[in-house]
Structures are given as C-alpha cells and as structure tokens.
C-alpha cells in the first residue's frame, strides 16, 4: 500500500536541501537516508534520500541528483510516497496509520451517527478527521482523546464525546433560533396585549366618573 508521508516545500540554500512538510508519525523510519520514495507527479520520480537534518524545528532533505538550489526548486511541491504494508501497525497502542482510520463510520457514545472520515488533516498543533455527514456536508473532529474515545478497527468505527457546538447541526441552530425568534415575538405580543388592556379599563373609568358627574349635576 502506498501512503503520502511528506511533502516537499521551498529550496534551502544552495546545496540542494528541500524544507519538507511532514505527513507521518514517524519520519526516522520513513523519511530516513537511504529511503526511496516514489512521488506525486510520478515523473519526477524515485527520489532517493542522501540526508536528513533537523533545523530550526523543521525537517531538511537532499536527495540524490540533486545538488544546487535550481534542482531543489524543481522539487517544489512534490508528494513523497511510501510503500506500506498493509498490516504493518505503529509501534505505539494508541497509533494508527492514515489508511486504517479512512472510511471509518463515526458516531456519539450515545450511537447517533455522525457520518464517515474522508480525509485525515494533520495540522501542527494536532490531527483532524475530515468527516462527511449523510446530507454532504463536512465537519472536522479534533483526534484527541478527549473528543475520540474509541478507535474500533474491528467494527470500523470511531467513537466521539462531542463538546456542545462541535458537530451541531445547521437545521436544528436554525430551528432553536426560530424557536426564540416566536418566543421573542409571543411576549412582545403578550405585553402589547397587556397595555390594551389597561389602557382600555383607565378610559372605561374616566366614561364612568365624567357620567357620575353630569348625573349629580342635573339632579
């Protein structure tokens, strides 16, 4: 099986080294010297790796052939891509490889569907699964234990403990805020109703007295 595990950036300096765009859990196996990978576009590929450096907190490369900056900018955007085995698992328990948590139904702990990961992004400060909803619509699921409780490969499902708001859908927001909306306009209706009606007794009362009065006169 064959699995993105990075993408190449802009050259650095002018021996050929790439900044690279990391898409693996673990790049000293997979992005290590002496790895060939294959690449998106296919033409410009394999690429074999000669080096690899950590600097300023990103991960430098320089393949073989290559070994001016005009070779490395000629890279730019390139996807590298790995060969997998299938039933290769991560060394760590709580690990998976993108291609196990692809197509994966995702439902609340209470059993309401959610829908199916499409897509795994893999941000800097954390991983989101890319979910599309039974009506097309997407939302994204923060992969983090707090929100993902239970990965079940077996039942190829994923588990989640939604925070209010998260996974809210549009149709019943616009329904909650209908719902205020005729509450809003209920109780102004209520209170005009209210004003009616004492304005109505005040000036019954004034009637009243004004025809007490031309009746003590007259008699």
């Not at 060969?83 to 709580?94: F, I, R």
């Not at 609340?108 to 097309?136: A, M, Y």
């Not at 989640?160 to 859908?169: A, V």
């Amino acid at each position: 099986m064959q699995l993105v595990v990075a993408r190449i950036g802009r050259a650095h300096g002018i021996k050929g080294e790439v900044t690279v765009e990391v898409r693996t859990d673990e790049p000293e196996l997979r992005l290590a010297p002496g790895a060939v990978l294959a690449t998106d576009p296919a033409a410009k590929g394999p690429l074999t790796i000669e080096t690899g450096r950590v600097h300023s907190g990103r991960l430098l490369l320089r393949f073989e052939g290559v070994t001016d900056r005009t070779g490395a900018e000629a890279l730019r955007n390139l996807l590298l891509i790995a060969d997998v085995d299938p039933e290769e698992l991560p060394e760590e328990e709580d690990e998976y490889y993108d291609h196990q948590l692809m197509d994966l139904d995702v439902v609340t702990k209470d059993g309401v569907e959610v829908g199916r990961i499409t897509e795994i992004s893999h941000l800097p400060s954390q991983d989101l699964f890319i979910v599309e909803r039974p009506d097309g619509s997407e939302v994204m699921i923060p992969f983090v234990e707090a929100i993902v409780t239970e990965i079940d490969l077996e039942e190829q499902r994923a588990v989640i403990d939604p925070p209010p708001g998260l996974i809210d859908d549009r149709a019943e927001i616009a329904s909650a805020r209908d719902e205020a909306s005729d509450e809003k306009a209920d109780a102004a209706s209520d209170e005009t109703s209210d004003e009616t009606s004492s304005e109505t007794s005040d000036e019954t009362s004034d009637k009243n007295e004004k025809a007490d009065d031309e009746t003590g006169d007259g008699s």
